[in-house]
Every structure is written in C-alpha cells, then in structure tokens.
C-alpha cells in the first residue's frame, strides 16, 4: 500500500512538472482610447534658418482637466517649411520631427513627450499649420505616431491625431490657444498559454489516477477478512 502511494506521488510530480514546462506565454493586446484637450503655449522661431525657410517650434500644453492616466503635459519640438506663398497674409507650414525630411541631415531629431506623472508617452510628430495674419490666428493639425513609453505605456504604440488654433501674438511672446488631441494606443502584454501537450497531460494524470484507485481498493478488499456469522 504505501509503495503504490510512492508511486502515485512521483507519476503526479512528473506530470505536473511536465505541465509547468508546456506551458508558454503568448503576446496579447491592451487597447487605450481616449481625448484630452489641452491649453497651450505656441512659440516659433523664424530666424532659425530663413535662407531655407525653415523654422523651429515648440509647443507646450497643460490638460484643462486631470487627464486620463496623469498625461497632464505635452510638450512639442519640431522643424517647420513654409511652404510657396500664394497669399501674402497666409502663411503654410509643414512640420516635423524628422529634420531629414528637411533635409537638414545633421541637426538633432525632436520627439513629442506626454507626462505627469508615472506614464509616459513618446511620439514622432507630422503636421502642418496655416498662419493667418488677417484674423490673427494659426490653426493646425497633424498626427503623432507613438514609439515608446513609461509605466502603463512601455513599449506602446499607436497613434495621437490633433486640431489645434491659436490666437496669434507678437513676435516674442507665445501664441495662445487649445489642441484637441485624441488618442488610440496599444501595449503588449504576456500571456500564459498551455500548448497542446498540455490536454494531452491532463488526461494521463487523469488515467493514471484512475488505474491507481482501482488497485488500492482491490488491495483492501483482498487483505481485509469477512466475517463469518454462525
């Protein structure tokens, strides 16, 4: 009787032991989509490279609410073109993040950085802005594609689509105004997964616990004597 018991014992820590080993982790998929609009701060340099037309800018943002996972502050630097001027009151920019696309090969590249906390956002920016000096105002939009992250969006990706308007100031003081920014994330995540082998496991631990329940009450019905009555 306790031989068999040995036996089970060891054919059930084998098995288990062969469960643990099958099993593998495969990538899921955690999904964040939300808005936050923000107040913000616009300042652009336009004597950076005016023999190309090129210009910097930098954009600062505070959220008008507690944004949603502590991204209560943006700030944006990216290169800008001005594009052919067909009216002389309107003004066209390209921007982004990439100076190679400006062909300004070995000036450093800019990143978008949302925060506030212990998550973070980082993002590439591609946008374009039209400056209207009739009405004194800028307007934009554009998109940030999301590389990286902190806290909750390590390793995220995914995409920031934006409006922006601005009241326009002097040369010297930052613009004013309110970006919408809407966001549509993804981070990966491990999953434990049995493998097929797994099933197959599981029923042999059955199987054998079966077998081993029948012969231990063969072996009592064997070994206990029946009585007798005269």
Do not use: H
Not at 82 to 101: A, D, G, H, Q, W
Not at 119 to 137: P, T, V, W, Y
Not at 158 to 177: A, C, K, R, V, Y
């Amino acid at each position: 009787m306790f031989s068999s018991r040995i036996g089970w014992l060891m054919t059930a820590t084998l098995t288990l032991v062969s469960l643990g080993s099958n099993i593998q982790s495969v990538k899921a998929q955690v999904n964040y989509t939300f808005s936050v609009d923000y107040n913000t701060l616009v300042n652009i340099d336009t004597t950076y490279r005016p023999d190309l037309g090129i210009v910097r800018a930098t954009i600062k943002g505070e959220s008008t609410q507690l944004a949603p996972y502590g991204l209560d502050s943006f700030v944006s630097e990216t290169y800008g073109k001005l594009e052919p001027i067909e009216n002389p009151l309107i003004n066209k920019y390209t921007f982004n993040s990439n100076p190679s696309v400006f062909g300004l090969d070995e000036e450093p590249a800019f990143f978008d950085r949302y925060y506030g906390g212990a998550n973070e956002l980082f993002g590439k920016a591609s946008d374009s802005a039209e400056i209207n000096f009739a009405e004194g105002i800028i307007k934009g939009s554009g998109t940030i594609t999301i590389f990286g992250g902190t806290g909750l969006f390590q390793n995220a990706t995914g995409t920031i689509t934006f409006t922006q308007q601005d009241q326009l100031n002097p040369p010297g003081s930052p613009s004013q105004g309110l970006a919408k920014l809407n966001f549509n994330l993804q981070t990966p995540q491990q999953v434990p997964e049995p493998t097929a082998n797994t099933s197959l496991i599981l029923m042999g631990l059955m199987g054998t616990s079966l077998v081993i329940s029948r012969r231990y009450k063969k072996v009592i019905s064997v070994s206990i004597p029946q009585k007798t009555c005269k």
